[in-house]
Each structure stands twice: as C-alpha cells, then as structure tokens.
T-cell receptor, first 117, second 115 residues
C-alpha cells in the first residue's frame, strides 16, 4: 500500500509556543488529506479536511485559528498548533488519499504524540 | 448523520480462541465500512473494507467481517487469535461521496489476547 509519513513522531513543547506537524505522502499524490485527533483510550475525531491548494474545511468545534492547516503541495500537509496549552496534548494522526488514482482508501500516518508542558 | 457504535470496549480472549468484535452503524445513505487496527503509539492499518458486492469480506491477518444491512452491523471475526493480535480495533464508516477518506470512527475495542 501507499506510504504516509508524519514528522515528528513525538514532540514536547512549552505552553504558549507553536508546534508544526508534517504529513507527507511518499509515493503518491495526495489530493485530500485529513487530520484526526485522538485522546488516550479514545477514538479518532476528525479535525479537518484539506484539499491541495485550497483552504481546509474544519469540523464543528475545531478552532481554525488555533489549528492551522496548510496543504501547499500534493505531497505535504502541515498542522500547526498555535499557542499550545496542556489541553492540546494529544495524539494527532493524518491520512491521505488520491482522488484520482488510489480508489477509495485513505492511508494513515504513524501519528504524532504532542505533549505540552 | 452517520455514527458508529462498537459494543465492547474491551475483549479479553485466550490465544487460539475465536473472537468477534461488534460494530453497528447508523446512516441515512449508502455506507462504506472499514475495520482498522492500531498498535500502541502508531497510526492505523486497514484490516478490511466493505464497499459493495459480497457481504462477507476477507482481510489481512486472517480477519473477516460480514456486512448485514438489515441489522446495520459489520462485525469483525477471526477463528483463531494470536498474541500478536493484541491491539485496538476501530470500526469506521464513510458516505458514498467521500468513500474511504472522511471517516467516522467507533469508540474502539481493545482486544487482549492472553496465552
């Protein structure tokens, strides 16, 4: 299957700073990328959907000014957590799919563990 | 609106025993159903998916699932589990337009296989 890589795998940052998480599709062009958030022992909640070259669509209750998503190329989307606070600590996972070549499946990255101290 | 309910939060089972992880969904439109496995601190790996056709779907690692439209269920089964199957399992649904992309996940079932 296709490979999606997230970087970093884990990050610790101080409260009030910003953190950027990258999601790359390594062997296909991802026309659509999705960002999910997962709290410990809980399910994945969709945060936003991003299409290359356009603004992301955020799910209800997700602050777009706090979670900045950029999908500037067909292989890279970034999620920036701005002015992070301890309650932003979570596991963030991206997935990516190609609307043109990959059929129905979206492929997941390995996730990023964010800890805000 | 779509939703997914996984009926068991934890399923302990002995090695080589059969297992069934239950999933029910609700949707007003045609759905596409998925099962994913997640190992600790990792992303999700697709086990199997139902898009159309045969209601019995076979996936990787010996897992299979059956789509039952009348009962709105998509239960995951394996006839004989291994220690290595210990993980979190998620059932997910998407609508016809987005198919495999935008997913609504169930709460997850923690499968614990004991020797």
């Amino acid at each position: 299957g296709a490979v999606v890589s997230q970087h970093p795998s884990w990050v610790i940052c101080k409260s009030g700073t910003s953190v950027k998480i990258e999601c790359r599709s390594l062997d296909f062009q991802a026309t659509t990328m999705f960002w999910y958030r997962q709290f410990p022992k809980q399910s994945l909640m969709l945060m936003a959907t991003s299409n290359e070259g356009s603004k992301a669509t955020y799910e209800q209750g997700v602050e777009k000014d706090k979670f900045l998503i950029n999908h500037a190329s067909l292989t890279l989307s970034t999620l920036t957590v701005t002015s992070a606070h301890p309650e932003d600590s979570s596991f963030y996972i991206c997935s990516a799919r190609s609307d043109t070549t990959m059929g129905t499946e979206a492929f997941f990255g390995q996730g990023t563990r964010l800890t805000v101290v | 609106a779509q939703s997914v309910t996984q009926l068991d939060s934890q399923v302990p089972v002995f090695e080589e025993a059969p297992v069934e992880l239950r999933c029910n969904y609700s949707s007003s439109v045609s759905v596409y159903l998925f099962w994913y496995v997640q190992y600790p601190n990792q992303g999700l790996q697709l086990l199997l998916k139902y898009l159309s056709g045969s209601t019995l779907v076979k996936g990787i690692n010996g897992f299979e699932a059956e789509f039952n439209k009348s009962q709105t269920s998509f239960h995951l089964r394996k006839p004989s589990v291994h220690i290595s199957d210990t993980a979190e399992y998620f059932c997910a649904v998407s609508d016809g337009y987005n198919q495999g992309g935008k997913l609504i996940f169930g709460q997850g079932t923690e499968l614990s296989v004991k020797p």
